[in-house]
């Protein structure tokens, strides 16, 4: 005798919290978890006690007992990180970070930003900050294929003939990465010799320290790294420890792109 399949259980109304905060400019979903568990996020005025809270709004949100506003227009931001900065709001060494750079290089009533992906304490260049929770994290996915190119001064010995089998992909130490664009840009004659080559690298991955680790994999030594691109947007003549934020136009025209599936 033929049975009904079991219904699904309905899924409840509305998104996540941590996904609407992040939306909102609060802080990254898993930032917004880190929050959660710390009791630093109330609705109502009681503490949220799980990031499966599911809302249609953020009316009655606080964080650390500040209401938190309406969800703001889309902002994207470049600054050219300099070297000596952490990628982050705060650090337990109290090291200086991106914030203490940006609270001069941008108005007062920019909304408060998430860096889209991080640049190390030695990497300088271009680093884009954003918003929108939800950019970020699309951005950052591998599986986007959005290219970073970066400038790498390095100490070695190295020809464009090594360089173009990175084309391939590597596996060190037990990591894969995937097919990486790099040229000898100057200060290299391509002939092997041992002295200081500058060499331009696009990745799609962003894995953690890939550009780092692979010139160190042919037995070079980075001794200067600057990002010089992250999809379209460029860091141009853009000063060192400066910030622009992206016109609205071009912020628009790379959203369509993601909504296509972006291609260089």
């Known amino acids: 005798m033929p049975t009904n399949p079991p219904k699904k259980d309905d899924r409840p109304e509305g998104d996540r919290i941590a996904k609407l905060l992040a939306r909102a400019g609060v802080a990254s979903r898993r930032e917004v978890e880190r929050m959660i568990?710390?009791?630093?996020?109330?609705?109502?005025?009681?503490?949220?006690?799980?990031?499966?809270?599911?809302?249609?709004d953020l009316k009655g949100v606080s964080v650390d007992g500040k209401p938190v506003g309406p969800v703001e227009p889309t902002t994207l931001v470049a600054f050219n990180k300099p070297t000596g900065l952490i990628t982050a709001e705060r650090d337990p060494a109290g090291r200086a970070t991106i914030y203490s750079a940006l609270r001069n290089a941008l108005p007062k009533d920019t909304p408060r930003l998430m860096p889209i992906g991080r640049l190390d304490l030695n990497t300088e260049g271009l680093l884009l900050l954003t918003n929108d929770g939800g950019l970020k994290r699309q951005m950052e996915l591998p599986k986007t294929g959005i290219p970073r190119t970066y400038r790498a001064r390095a100490f070695g010995e190295v020809k464009q003939d090594q360089l173009e089998?990175?084309?391939?992909?590597?596996?060190?130490?037990?990591?894969?990465?995937?097919?990486?664009?790099?040229?000898?840009?100057?200060?290299?004659?391509?002939q092997g010799k041992a002295?200081?080559?500058?060499?331009?690298?696009?990745?799609?991955?962003?894995?953690?320290?890939?550009?780092?680790?692979?010139?160190?994999?042919?037995?070079?030594?980075?001794?200067?790294?600057?990002?010089?691109?992250?999809?379209?947007?460029?860091?141009?003549?853009?000063?060192?420890?400066?910030?622009a934020i992206i016109r609205k136009g071009d912020l628009s025209r790379f959203q369509s792109q993601l909504k296509r599936g972006y291609k260089a």
């Open 37 to 56: 568990a710390d009791k630093r996020i109330t609705h109502n005025g009681k503490p949220v006690e799980t990031p499966a809270t599911f809302l249609t």
């Open 165 to 190: 089998d990175l084309s391939e992909g590597v596996e060190i130490d037990g990591v894969r990465y995937g097919s990486i664009d790099a040229n000898l840009e100057r200060g290299g004659s391509g």
């Open 195 to 243: 002295t200081n080559h500058w060499i331009e690298m696009t990745i799609t991955e962003g894995k953690n320290r890939e550009v780092r680790r692979v010139l160190e994999y042919l037995d070079l030594k980075v001794n200067r790294l600057i990002r010089t691109a992250y999809g379209p947007f460029l860091l141009g003549d853009l000063p060192r420890g400066q910030a």
